[in-house]
């Protein structure tokens, strides 16, 4: 007997989830309340949009019908406020990243669809470009706290230099993955200073679809906010004297 694999998408891909082999989240909720599913060859993975609190109930529900074959997936572990800098769980995009190599990783991409980045309206069936560069954002981000600042006594502001955002192909809401490469890394001994060179590459059905190279640099919180604090007083005293910045300009 063949196994039918169905993905379950959030119901704001409800384009992409008229297709075969595809199902909104909610169906499938209302489909497993009513105990309608007998077919011992279903399994459903999980796709793109659905939130942490939907997979608990539909793992709940499966396990409660004593047909736990029905969900072929496991609660994911998605990557935290430390890693992602998000104060919203709805707002992490990803999981905890894996080390492949010295200088490889891996994280999984897992949108919910009641994140910043789609809390307007969906286009069409694929993915944002935006929700994209917000996923690979937070990959830089997670990755650096995990296995390069994570014994530092202190916290750490991250200072993006550049960042170039290749769109290769359609994504659309079903697994995928981002491979992240450090280029280069350089640690300064006086400022406490670190500053990457990185690229990422976001795979889905073993094709690079977007491609993510970015510089960017972390400093000790105390080092940044002093400057910061300095910078913002320039911008001030510019705005409220602009024939002075102009003078300066020339």
């Known amino acids: 007997m063949s196994v039918e694999r169905i993905f379950i998408v959030g119901d704001k891909f409800k384009s992409f989830a008229e297709n075969p082999h595809v199902m909104a989240v909610s169906e499938l909720e ?3 309340d009513g105990d309608l599913l ?10 793109q949009g659905i939130s942490e609190e939907q997979i608990a109930r539909l793992l709940e529900k499966t396990a409660r019908l004593k047909k736990p074959w029905l969900a072929d997936f496991a609660k994911p572990l998605k ?5 992602a800098h998000k104060h ?3 707002n992490c995009l990803i999981s905890m990243p894996r080390r492949l190599t010295q200088d490889s990783f891996e994280v999984d991409v897992l949108i919910d669809e009641h994140c910043a980045e789609m809390s ?3 286009t069409g069936q694929h993915i944002q470009g935006m929700v994209l560069t917000e996923a690979a954002r937070q990959t830089f981000l997670a990755v650096s706290e995990e296995f390069y600042l994570h014994d530092e006594p202190h916290s750490s502001y991250f200072v993006i230099n ?6 290769l192909r359609f994504v659309f809401p079903l697994p995928m993955t981002i491979l992240y490469q450090v280029l280069e890394h350089r640690v300064s001994a006086r400022s406490g200073s670190q500053r990457f060179d990185v690229c990422m590459s976001l795979i889905q059905g073993q094709q690079t679809c977007c491609v993510v190279n ?7 919180d105390a080092v940044i906010a002093e400057k910061e604090a300095a910078l913002a007083k320039s911008a001030i005293h510019s705005e409220l004297n602009p024939e002075i910045a102009h003078e300066k300009r020339a």
């Open 88 to 90: 919203q769980p709805q």
């Open 30 to 32: 209302a489909i497993l």
């Open 162 to 167: 550049t960042l170039d955002t290749q769109y």
């Open 120 to 122: 307007d309206h969906v």
């Open 214 to 220: 970015t510089k960017f640099s972390t400093y000790p």
């Open 79 to 83: 990557a935290g406020r430390k890693q």
């Open 38 to 47: 007998n077919q011992h060859n279903l399994r459903f993975q999980l796709g």
